[in-house]
């Protein structure tokens, strides 16, 4: 296996950590009580705030972010039927690495059980999923058993014994905690995943740059339908419209972050406002460079600018 774009793997790593380095602080739970110190949290009721503080959830996520771009395109034993190729996704690839015996010792020191190493991998394959800005806009199955029951489960209790409706409350808090927590920490991956749109606009620039010779050259491999040429400002506006900016402001208004999450959103905007004012220049100029001998020789199929 090797990684498709490490440099990319890393920065969607640093900046999930950036995120969830915003959180507010909480010091207790929905009930009141004062949050444990101890590695694994307990399986009581807990606010959003205290469920993204899992540790073992925070690992799934800084896992996800480093190899979402894993690939491998060598011969396995996992390819398709009828002699055609397969490609494991990124996370078959890394849960494969992970269960070789020689990382037995790391599984045992992160895993009490082989109920949290399952959790692990429910939780991987969900944030991977949210890196994929294909699939920004689906709504993830929040029935997972990595976060038990959905919050619009509804829990039945016997009205005559007050122990059993106390948990039915306790129950339906902790799933309505977990669902919340999920979706924010959904959002964290596809912000992160998509990091270069919520910074500087020279450091939104210089990774677009890098995305378009990249969309060209599968493009050329026949590996891509569309010649990003003629449609990569039209397709940074639908992003920054239909997933970026979106996604910007629910982080803002889901109200777990500190304020400095609000530079996000705003950079976002203002990347959009000038690419939509010097985008075509600008793309125009990366064909004039490739014409000249650049990155790529791209006139054949490129128009001229």
């Given amino acids: 296996p090797e990684f498709a774009d490490f440099r990319d793997s890393i920065n969607v790593v640093n900046s999930t950590a950036k995120l969830m380095s915003t959180l507010k602080p909480s010091t207790s739970d929905d009930h009141g009580r004062k949050l444990s110190s101890k590695i694994h949290p307990s399986p009581l009721g807990t606010s959003p705030i205290a469920t993204l503080s899992d540790p073992l959830l925070r690992l799934s996520m800084f896992f996800a972010g480093l190899i979402h771009k894993l690939t491998d395109r060598s011969p396995s034993p996992h390819n398709g039927v009828d002699g055609q190729e397969k490609l494991m996704s990124p996370e078959d690839l890394a849960f494969d690495l992970l269960m070789d015996p020689g990382y037995g ?36 199955d929040r029935s997972s058993p990595a976060w038990g029951s959905n919050d619009g489960q509804k829990f039945r209790s016997d009205s005559s014994d007050s122990g059993n409706e106390e948990k039915s409350v306790m129950e339906a808090s902790q799933a309505k905690s977990k669902a919340q927590a999920q979706h924010i920490a959904e959002l964290v991956m596809q912000a992160s995943s998509a990091h270069h749109y919520f910074q500087h606009w020279s450091l939104y620039l210089e990774r677009s740059r890098m995305i378009f010779w990249d969309e060209y050259s599968a493009f050329e491999n026949d590996e891509l339908d569309y010649n990003p040429c003629t449609s990569f400002c039209d397709k940074q506006l639908m992003a920054f419209d239909q997933v970026i900016i979106p996604i910007g402001r629910t982080i803002r208004a889901c109200g777990v972050f500190e304020i400095s999450c609000q530079e996000w959103l705003e950079f976002a905007l203002s990347n959009r406002l000038e690419w939509e004012e010097r985008g075509t220049e600008i793309v125009s100029g990366w064909i004039s460079e490739a014409s000249l001998g650049g990155e790529a020789s791209v006139h054949h199929t490129c128009p001229e600018p």
């Fill in 105 to 140: 010792s790391l599984r045992n020191f992160i895993f009490r059980d082989r109920e949290e190493l399952l959790r692990f991998q429910d939780l991987v394959r969900v944030f991977v999923k949210a890196t994929r800005m294909d699939d920004s806009t689906e709504v993830i």
